[in-house]
C-alpha cells in the first residue's frame, strides 16, 4: 500500500481552465504518468492526457511539472520530497484542446516545409557508401523522439504567437544540421536554408533547449551553433561574398516563405489566417480550411488489402526499381499539401455509420 501524495493538475479546454487538487495514492518505483493513470481510474476518469509507450521513446506524455517541461513517464516520483505538491500542467506554447493534451500540429507543419533528404540522382542504391565518422557525426540528432519539449521551452515562441509562422524551432535547426552533415545530402544549402527560411537568426542560444531534451541531443553546442558559425563563414567572409557574387553560388531561391518572412521579420498571424503550409504547392485557401475542419467520416475509403505480394509470396524490392531510392516523397510525388480532407486515409473504426 502507498502513500497519498498531493496533486495540483490543470483541467480546462480552450475555453479556459484551473488547476484542481488530488491526494492520490503513490506506490515505490512510479512515475507521474503511473498517478495520472491512478487519478483517471479512480478520482477522474475524464481526465485527458496523451500517451503511448510508458518508456520514453514515442515523445507522446509531454506536460509541464512543476513548471519544468518533462516526460510523465520518465519523471519518477522519487525526486520530489514526500510533502511536496507536485504541479502538472500541458505544454505552454501549444494550444490546450482538454486538460493535459495539446494540439502540437504547429510542428508537423515546421516538419512539412523542411526539404527532405535528396541523394544525387545519378546514384544507385548499391553505390551508397558512407564514411563511420559521417554516420556518427549526424546519428545524435537521429535519436529525436519528436515529444516536441525543446520546441515547448524556446522563448521565441513560448510567449509569442506571432513568431511562429517564421520560425521553426530547435527540432527542426537541427533536422537541417543533421541533412547538412549528410555526405550524401544533394542539396547544399541547408544552412541558408535554415537562416532564411527556418528563422535561425531568431535563436540567441539560451540552450534551455538543450536542458530540457530528454535524449540528451546537444542541440545546441553541437546542431545549431555549428550551423550559425557556418552561416557567419559564408555571409560575412570577404572572400565567399565576393566569390559568391562572381560565381552567383550558395544562393537560396526565393520562396514565399523567404519574401514572407525576411530574416528577423514577425508577422501577425492572424494576417495569415492562422496555420499555413507552404509546402506541396497547395496554396488554396478553401481547401486549406477545408482540411483544418478535420476528417470528413462519412467519405468512402478503401479497405484494407492483402499487402502486394509477388507469385513466390514475397514483397516485391521496389527499393530497387526506384531511380532515386529513399527520396521519393512517401506520400507519392503527385500529391500536395494540404490533403483534401476526402483523401485522409485515416480509417475510423465507426466510419461506416451514419451519425
Ligand atoms: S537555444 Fe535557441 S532554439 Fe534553443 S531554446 Fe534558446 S533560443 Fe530557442
Ligand atoms: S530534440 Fe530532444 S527535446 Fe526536441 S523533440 Fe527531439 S527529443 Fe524532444
Ligand atoms: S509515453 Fe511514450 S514517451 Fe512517455
Redesign the pocket.
Known amino acids: 500500500m502507498g502513500t497519498k501524495r498531493n496533486f495540483r493538475i490543470w483541467r480546462g479546454d480552450a475555453d479556459g481552465g484551473e488547476l484542481t487538487d488530488y491526494a492520490v495514492e503513490v506506490n515505490e518505483g512510479e512515475v507521474v504518468l503511473d498517478v495520472i493513470h491512478r487519478l483517471q481510474a479512480t478520482d477522474a476518469p475524464d481526465l485527458a492526457c496523451r500517451w503511448n509507450c510508458k518508456a520514453g521513446k514515442c515523445g507522446s506524455c509531454s506536460m509541464e511539472i512543476n513548471g519544468m517541461p518533462k516526460l510523465g513517464c520518465m519523471t519518477r516520483m522519487s525526486t520530489f520530497e514526500e510533502d511536496e505538491t507536485v504541479t502538472v500542467t500541458p505544454l505552454r506554447t501549444f494550444p490546450v484542446i482538454r486538460d493535459l493534451v495539446t494540439d502540437v500540429s504547429f510542428n508537423y507543419e515546421k516538419a512539412r516545409e523542411t526539404p527532405a533528404f535528396a541523394p544525387p540522382a545519378d546514384l544507385a542504391p548499391g553505390d551508397y557508401r558512407m564514411q563511420q565518422v559521417d554516420v556518427e557525426r549526424s546519428q545524435e540528432f537521429r535519436k529525436c523522439i519528436e515529444c516536441f519539449l525543446?520546441q515547448n521551452?524556446?522563448?521565441?515562441i513560448r510567449d509569442h504567437d506571432e513568431n511562429k509562422p517564421a520560425f521553426s524551432?530547435?527540432r527542426y535547426?537541427i533536422r537541417a544540421a543533421e541533412l547538412d552533415m549528410h555526405p550524401l545530402d544533394a542539396k547544399t544549402d541547408r544552412k541558408e536554408y535554415a537562416q532564411s527560411e527556418q528563422g535561425l537568426g531568431?535563436?540567441?542560444?539560451?540552450?534551455?533547449?538543450?536542458e530540457v531534451c530528454p535524449e540528451h541531443i546537444k542541440?545546441?553546442d553541437n546542431g545549431?551553433i555549428p550551423m550559425k558559425e557556418r552561416v557567419v563563414d559564408r555571409r560575412y567572409d570577404p572572400l565567399v561574398w565576393l566569390g559568391s557574387k562572381i560565381f552567383r553560388r550558395g544562393q537560396v531561391p526565393q520562396t514565399s516563405v523567404t519574401s514572407e518572412h525576411s530574416p528577423g521579420a514577425v508577422r501577425s498571424n492572424a494576417a495569415g489566417g492562422g496555420l499555413h503550409s507552404h509546402a506541396g504547392g497547395s496554396h488554396d485557401p478553401a481547401a486549406e480550411t477545408q482540411a483544418q475542419q478535420g476528417v470528413n467520416w462519412h467519405r468512402e475509403v478503401p479497405h484494407p488489402t492483402a499487402p502486394a505480394v509477388d507469385a513466390s509470396g514475397k514483397l516485391p524490392l521496389t527499393e530497387l526499381t526506384f531511380d532515386r531510392a529513399a527520396a521519393p516523397s512517401p506520400f507519392g510525388d503527385d500529391v500536395t499539401f494540404p490533403l483534401p480532407p476526402e483523401h485522409l486515409n485515416f480509417a475510423h473504426p465507426d466510419q461506416d455509420q451514419k451519425h
Open positions: 525543446c521551452v524556446c522563448h521565441v524551432g530547435p535547426f531568431f535563436c540567441n542560444i539560451t540552450k534551455c533547449c538543450t542541440i545546441t545549431i
